[in-house]
């Protein structure tokens, strides 16, 4: 009789979030530019080569062993986001990088925009545009409404650990 393995995943220590994290924001520094090497984004990220091959390999790509290291254009990874919707605040899946770029682009626009530094029309780039399946908000008068019933400064950093739930 054989013995099926089950499908259970078990959590991930606060430890392991972090490095994730972690991995994350050396693979956004990299494809921002803001880092001109892998070396270079694991560095300011705070994590190894090593902490990135195990936490995300299929981010990166290396032609031989011992070869240089690349970080992919993009990847199919998914993170605990926290956006803002016309509902308000709420915790989804960011599925891949390019929804998690857009929900970190997004949080920084609307930042920008309530701080006065961008237009209220920068918001407008975002209509339509969804992440987990959850229209990001454009509307600047639902903005003005959230910040000043001061939901916006109880919001989470933009990943959020798997143990906390809105």
Request: charged fraction near 30%.
């Amino acid at each position: 009789m054989r013995v099926r393995k089950s499908k259970l995943r078990k959590r991930r220590s606060k430890l392991q979030t972090e490095k994730r994290l972690r991995s994350f924001e050396a693979l956004s520094l990299w494809r921002s530019g803001k880092a001109k090497s892998a070396s270079a984004a694991v560095d300011r990220a705070g994590i190894t080569l090593v902490a990135l091959r195990d936490e995300v390999p299929a981010a990166i790509a290396q032609d031989r062993p011992g070869g240089r290291i690349r970080i992919k254009a993009s990847d199919r990874y998914s993170a605990k986001v926290q956006i803002l919707t016309d509902e308000g605040a709420i915790t989804t899946t960011a599925r891949g990088s390019r929804q998690r770029e857009l929900a970190g682009q997004h949080r920084a626009t609307y930042t920008r925009v309530l701080q006065g530094v961008e237009p209220k029309t920068a918001l407008e780039r975002y209509r339509g545009k969804k992440v987990g399946g959850h229209e990001l908000l454009s509307d600047y008068e639902q903005l003005r409404l959230f910040a000043r019933a001061g939901i916006l400064g109880q919001l989470d950093p933009l990943y959020v650990s798997p143990d906390v739930s809105v």
